[in-house]
């Protein structure tokens, strides 16, 4: 045994050290949940590594004066890690986030104009291409990027965000809790299946699997639920983008 191996066996853990060693599974099961809402190219593996970051971070920061238990505390570490890392992974191509605005306007548009909710053969003719394709548009939008409920609102890809042209800035004098009000007010408008939908995904934090066994459809159409919803939130938050700089103007 080398002069280090020999200096660590007799040396006692830290309590940092037995936090980690204790909760080392919490963060496989968190790292499997998410990927169940992930395309299958993101491996488990990173958000394995990314996530006993988190760990580690959680346990050299715990103490128990913070009212909430370690695994607790540790679990929203992880996460956090995760979907940092997530962020800066981007598996689209640009053209399918070019897609994914000309869906969402051309979705404003018609819905501006009919004063309700536009289904998807007239977006699709908005758009010049087939409801077929349409609905691929919005599914390939809703699966290159995993957002949690409060991302939806704040950060890189976030619904208020892209709603805006790439040239614009985000509204300096608008909270974040006015944007995460517009967000709720939108979902609450949204139909009905896609607001179940929506519900399931971001709040109960169910995949595209599990959410076709409660809607009794393919995991197929619940991505297009989803993408078409996500679309419909990027007109409309688009809408209250703009009210809001007008009102601050």
């Known amino acids: ?79 956090g890690a995760m979907l940092d890392a997530l962020r800066k992974l981007d598996w689209a191509p640009r053209s399918v986030h070019r897609k994914a605005r000309a869906a969402a306007q051309a979705l404003r548009e018609v819905e501006n104009e009919l004063g309700g909710e536009a289904d998807a053969a007239t977006v699709a003719d908005r758009l010049g291409v087939s409801v077929d394709e349409y609905l691929r548009i919005v599914s390939d939008a809703a699966s290159c990027r995993l957002l949690s409920y409060e991302e939806m609102t704040t950060g890189e890809g976030a619904v208020v965000e892209i709603a805006a042209d790439e040239k614009a800035n985000p509204l300096a004098d608008v909270t974040d809790e006015a944007m995460r009000d517009a967000l709720i007010a939108a979902i609450d408008e949204l139909p009905e299946r896609e607001r179940l939908v929506m519900s399931l995904y971001y709040e109960r934090e169910l995949n595209l699997k599990e959410i076709g066994v409660v809607l009794k459809v393919t995991e197929s159409r619940v991505c297009q639920l989803h993408g078409q919803a996500l679309s419909r939130l990027r007109g409309r938050l688009r809408d209250w983008r703009e009210t809001a700089e007008e009102d601050a103007a």
Request: aromatic fraction near 6%; charged fraction near 25%.
């Open 1 to 79: 045994m080398s002069r280090i191996g020999s200096y660590a066996a007799v040396q006692p853990r830290s309590e940092a050290d037995v936090l980690v060693a204790r909760h080392a599974e919490l963060v496989k099961r968190i790292a499997y949940h998410l990927a169940g809402r992930l395309p299958p190219q993101v491996e488990v593996e990173d958000l394995v590594q990314a996530g006993m970051l988190g760990l580690l971070e959680a346990a050299a920061h715990y103490t128990a004066d913070r009212g909430a238990s370690f695994e607790t505390y540790a679990g929203i570490r992880i996460r």
